[in-house]
């Protein structure tokens, strides 16, 4: 399964390692995921998501469902 949050749609990003001498590499910028499981209580119900730690917060702030239905609404959730 690839990097990206199932919630947010964050992926890794590229950019530059930049040396003193100003020689420039490719880098990888991975997002801080997550594998958590949450409790839905409408449907009496634990899933499993992979989310970023961003998620996380939100879901702290306001909670899974509407987290969800945010998700949904920008089609990044299926489930």
């Not at 990003?13 to 997550?34: E, P, Q």
């Not at 899933?47 to 998700?71: C, D, R, Y």
Request: glycine share 6%; charged share 30%; aromatic share 6%.
């Amino acid at each position: 399964m690839s990097r990206v949050c199932e919630l947010t749609g964050k992926r890794a990003m590229s950019g530059n390692n930049v040396s003193h001498a100003m020689n420039k590499t490719k880098r990888r910028f991975n997002v801080n995921l997550f594998t958590k499981r949450f409790y839905l209580p409408e449907e009496d119900k634990w899933i499993s998501l992979k989310v970023s730690a961003k998620a996380i917060k939100n879901i702290n702030k306001l909670g899974i469902t509407e987290v969800m239905k945010q998700a949904r609404a920008k089609g990044l959730l299926t489930k």
